[in-house]
């Protein structure tokens, strides 16, 4: 073989060489590319899609189990019966809460409320007498709303002017002059509250009452409820206290 071929052989084997390399070169490259985008993939899914957490099961105390067995978790029991359950269920120590469950038909607002027998406003409502008294008098109006009778109101007419602006004289319109002003009291310590179901879930859930009350308030506040949202529209509905299990009850068409 001249010496002329074996230049051009080894010419043709170094550009073979430097081809080969190249592929190799640029086959390594977009892996780590690959690898790279993979990594960077990985980093912005949420924990949630990466790992599996198991939540631990809820442990339930025998104080729980005990008053449980006194349902039947099977059975839709009337209103009046539930309440009774309800109050016999609590365990906790302190004045429990009667909550309402709903599932309704559709997701959204279900209308205002006010229920007859619960107390949720934090204004300060005073009767008119000679303690309130002394106070105008003294310029102090420690109050939002100012209830009188027609024997006591005359006494606030030298206070009109300081009363009035601010919207605080009694007047038979707003309920605050009254032959009753205890009821009123009562009537105007209710604030309305919204029923509405969860964002995502046709779910209601709401407070209704207290544990301590008399079990025909409770049931007063919870039919005035099924009355505003519409009996065709619930589904379901279920009572228990803050503290116990609970109790299914059964509403009628």
Known sequence: MSKTSQELKAKKAK?????????????????AETEVKETEKVAQTPVEET???????????????????????LKLYSLK???????????????????AHLTVIDIGN?????FPHLETS?????????????????????????????TTMPKLLPFARVLGPKGLMPN?????????????????SVAKTMIKTEKKAPVVHLVVGKVSQ????????????????????IKKLALC???????KVLVEK
Do not use: H, W
């Not at 002003?181 to 009562?186: L, M």
């Open 241 to 247: 206290a803050t503290m116990g299990p609970c109790i």
């Open 172 to 188: 038979p319109k707003s309920g605050t002059l009254t032959d009753k002003p205890e009821e009123a009291v009562k009537r105007l």
């Open 81 to 99: 019966d539930a309440i009774k359950l309800v109050k016999e269920t609590s365990i906790s120590k302190f004045d429990g809460k009667v909550e």
């Open 110 to 114: 279900l209308g205002e409320i006010v």
């Open 15 to 31: 550009k073979e060489l430097a081809v080969e390399e190249k592929v190799v070169t640029e086959t390594e490259s977009r892996k």
């Open 214 to 233: 008399p079990e025909k308030e409770l049931q007063a506040n919870i039919e005035q409820l099924i009355k505003v949202i519409k009996v065709p529209k």
């Open 122 to 150: 934090t204004k300060r409502i005073v009767v008119l007498n000679d303690a309130i008294l002394a106070e105008i008098k003294a310029g102090k109006v420690n109050f939002d709303i100012l209830i009188a009778t027609p």
């Open 51 to 73: 790992s599996t957490v198991k939540k631990a099961a809820r442990v339930r105390g025998k104080k729980y189990k005990a008053v449980k067995k006194k349902i039947d978790i």
